[in-house]
């Protein structure tokens, strides 16, 4: 899954933390394996404080758009984290989605380059020992702030930068919305202990015509058309019965409504609710087409996938 930075930053940086829509399908999706390592393996990830990190002296609250002091140009050869605020609550644990906002400035002349999380704007991030988030915050607690220092990448042409990121706690890594009353026609779903759909499908007829319908109600922002939105999904074959792709057991899917996926998908999302889990039929027209059926590309298949929607990213207004 190819994922776009929403500023341009260093090669070993936030690149992979800011996930501001993936152009990728979910059939097409690598995705990795959920991080498994311990709570202590995720404290001990993060990197040392340094001369660089240090450095920075940080004016606002925490949950604000904050300032960064410094003498430029900053020499920044390495990562560095210094925690500003230890915050208070429960840490976050490995695979954990943790929702930040954050502040970044050019090292070298101090200009500020992004400020993002703060309005809706950045989706919630899964940490792991191995991920530059996890480097960066450790096993954050709600309400920590940290300063980050990350060297430029000359082949990149990225500049050096420096990061403020707040930590506003965890985010729910499944639907979390009222149950609904199920709807004749549709498969059936069980949900196991973390949240991870079987669809069991009916007897009759195949659906010709696309279809959607609430499972759980949530009450978050409304996903609209341009919106990055997070989702688990789980996709199901009507003509084979089969599995044939799914976000659990790897990570969240991150993508952009209306682009970068099949039709059906982005309808299925529009218009729906953060916390809600919607089924979904799409029948060829808005998945992968009409033709002869290939079970290596999906052409000609109706699908079903349930997806979870996790957390949205508001497109910038026109």
Not at 107 to 124: I, M, R, W, Y
Not at 279 to 300: C, F, K
Request: net charge negative; proline share 7%.
């Amino acid at each position: 899954m190819r994922t776009r930075s929403l500023v341009s930053l260093s090669a070993v940086a936030l690149s992979v933390v800011l996930l501001a829509g993936c152009t990728a399908t979910p059939s097409e999706s690598e995705g990795s394996p959920e991080p498994t390592a311990s709570a202590a393996d995720l404290c001990g990830a993060i990197v040392p404080s340094g001369a660089a990190s240090d450095a920075v002296t940080v004016d606002g609250e925490v949950g604000t758009e904050s300032t960064a002091t410094f003498e430029s140009p900053l020499e920044v050869t390495e990562l560095q984290s210094t925690t500003v605020d230890e915050g208070d609550g429960d840490p976050a644990e490995a695979g954990d989605l943790v929702s930040i906002a954050l502040t970044g400035f050019d090292a070298s002349t101090g200009e500020k380059l992004v400020a993002q999380g703060f309005e809706d704007d950045l989706l919630p991030q899964q940490i792991s020992p191995e991920s530059v988030l996890g480097q960066l915050l450790g096993c954050p607690k709600p309400g920590s702030r940290y300063v980050a220092t990350i060297p430029g990448d000359d082949s990149q042409g990225s500049p050096a930068q420096v990061y403020i990121i707040d930590v506003f706690g965890t985010a729910p890594a499944a639907a979390s919305g009222e149950a609904q009353d199920p709807v004749d026609g549709f498969p059936t779903v069980e949900l196991d202990s973390d949240g991870s759909p079987t669809v069991t499908l009916p007897e009759g007829d195949m659906p010709t015509e696309f279809a959607k319908a609430t499972l759980q109600k949530g009450d978050g922002a409304v996903v609209e058309t341009g919106d990055a939105v997070l989702v688990q999904y789980h996709g199901v074959s009507w003509n084979t019965g089969e599995v044939f792709d799914e976000s659990w057991g790897k990570q969240p899917f991150s993508f952009t409504v209306g682009s970068g996926v099949v039709q059906g998908f982005s309808d299925a999302v529009t218009g729906e609710t953060v916390g809600s889990q919607i089924i979904a039929i799409l029948p060829p027209s808005v998945a992968y087409g009409e033709g002869e059926i290939n079970e290596s590309d999906l052409t000609g298949q109706t699908l079903v996938f349930v997806i979870d929607i996790l957390g949205v990213a508001k497109a910038p207004a026109q």
